[in-house]
């Protein structure tokens, strides 16, 4: 019965083996064939399909490799360059950020390969914000923040110092962002350490130009013509270089804290603006200018009286000195009303003059310190064929004009008007009261 048994077991083992030779046989017989008459209708599916998988398995393989290599390539040139770059998934987990990125952020607890969830490193709502809004719109987002880096080191703490960043972050595909960090705090202390050091210079200068001026007016007084012109013209440039002494003082002043010097009161605006117009009227009326002046009687505003009328005083005199013969200067206010919930006012303020205008190229500087275009608003001191021969500023009036709007809450801007062709300087402030 055991004989038996392995008898019928070997039997059907070597039936099984001869049943795979055949098979293996036609295989190859079929292979023959394909490759002597490119014909696969007669070929088994199966024997069709595994060569071309195969194919596609080696290309798929090749092609990893060649992605692999492009990203490692990748983050070698980002790794070298001057900008931080992280990137998240569609769960905001940390997928890979250089070097630059960790030492802004100061990511000592994530290593490369790690995927962890960037809140969990960082502790940024703003970077947090961005990220969101960036996969939510699908647009590239830019914004800037101050940064206060965190330790587990409590020693190590106290030497981290908070950072100005701005992250301009890109929408990727499966919703994943990459953002990309700048450190502006170097430039903005580099900022910081330049207006120092004006500051500081020219309050050594107030001193020794205080007694040059008066060393030029004793002269004055004891020169007889035609010498005493020199002592005259030499009087004009040491009032030219006190006044910028005094702006750049000025304005390093306002711009470190804009409301320090702000004394407000409510005051009528129309007296305000025909008070600043009287004392440049024997100027304007060398040219024969007129002045048009379209304020309503009951327009108020609460500001510092003396700050907002050395605004009018600036842009009416830089009017009148660009402003050719017998033309007209137009100031103009209205009130309008806001849009939001609270129902506030504001007035808006309308100079504008018949003079050359802006040039295109300089209307986003014109407010700049010390920025004085070439083209627009200018004639040099030695066009004395020009009724206005001789003009020339400091280049500070403009930015302490915007400095002292920005610390009313106003807002300023430069345009060129498409009547007259002129200057159009356009000033908002808040509305205090109207009777």
Request: charged share 20%; glycine share 4%.
């Amino acid at each position: 019965m055991f004989i038996l048994g392995f008898l019928l077991g070997l039997t059907l083992g070597f039936g099984f083996w001869v049943w795979q030779q055949l098979q293996f046989s036609l295989y190859l017989q079929c292979l023959l064939q394909s490759a002597s008459s490119r014909n696969y209708q007669h070929i088994p599916f199966s024997l069709v399909l595994w060569p071309r998988l195969r194919q596609k398995i080696l290309a798929l393989t090749n092609q990893r490799e060649t992605m692999q290599d492009a990203l490692y390539s990748d983050h070698d040139l980002l790794d070298s360059a001057p900008l931080g770059y992280l990137q998240v998934d569609e769960e905001n987990q940390l997928l890979w950020c250089n070097v630059q990125a960790r030492e802004i952020l100061s990511l000592q607890r994530w290593q490369p390969g790690q995927v962890r969830l960037l809140l969990e490193l960082v502790r940024s709502y703003e970077l947090d914000q961005v990220i969101e809004q960036t996969r939510d719109w699908q647009k590239p987002q830019v914004r800037e923040w101050v940064f206060h880096p965190s330790c587990e080191d409590a020693m190590a703490m106290k030497q981290l110092k908070s950072l100005r960043l701005r992250a301009s972050s890109c929408p990727l595909q499966n919703g994943q962002v990459g953002v990309f960090l700048e450190n502006c705090q170097q430039v903005l202390d580099l900022y910081e350490n330049r207006d120092r050091s004006f500051s500081d210079l020219a309050h050594e200068l107030r001193t020794p130009l205080t007694s040059i001026k008066l060393v030029a007016e004793t002269l004055q007084y004891r020169l007889e013509p035609p010498l005493d012109r020199w002592v005259n013209r030499l009087m004009q440039e040491i009032d030219r270089l006190i006044n910028l002494v005094q702006s750049w003082l000025d304005l390093t002043q306002m711009e470190n804290n804009p409301t320090m010097r702000l004394n407000l009161e409510v005051v009528e605006m129309r007296s305000l603006v025909l008070s600043a117009y009287e004392t440049l009227e024997p100027i304007a009326e060398k040219q024969s200018l007129q002045l048009s002046c379209t304020i309503p009687e009951d327009i108020y505003i609460r500001v510092d009286k003396a700050r907002i009328y050395q605004v009018f005083l600036n842009l009416i005199d830089n009017s009148i000195k660009y402003s050719p013969n017998s033309a007209t200067i137009n100031i103009k206010a209205e009130v309008l009303s806001m849009n939001n919930s609270n129902n506030s006012k504001q007035v808006e303020i309308n100079i504008i003059d018949s003079g050359f205008g802006f040039d295109e190229a300089d209307l986003p500087h014109v407010f700049e310190r010390f920025y004085r275009g070439d083209k627009a608003r200018y004639r040099s001191s030695n066009d004395e064929s020009s009724s206005n021969a001789g003009i020339t500023g400091n280049g500070l009036g403009l930015a302490i004009v915007q400095q002292i709007i920005l610390a009313h809450n106003g807002c300023i801007k430069a345009m060129n008007h498409p009547k007259t062709g002129g200057a159009w300087i356009q000033i908002n402030l808040p509305l205090t009261v109207s009777k």
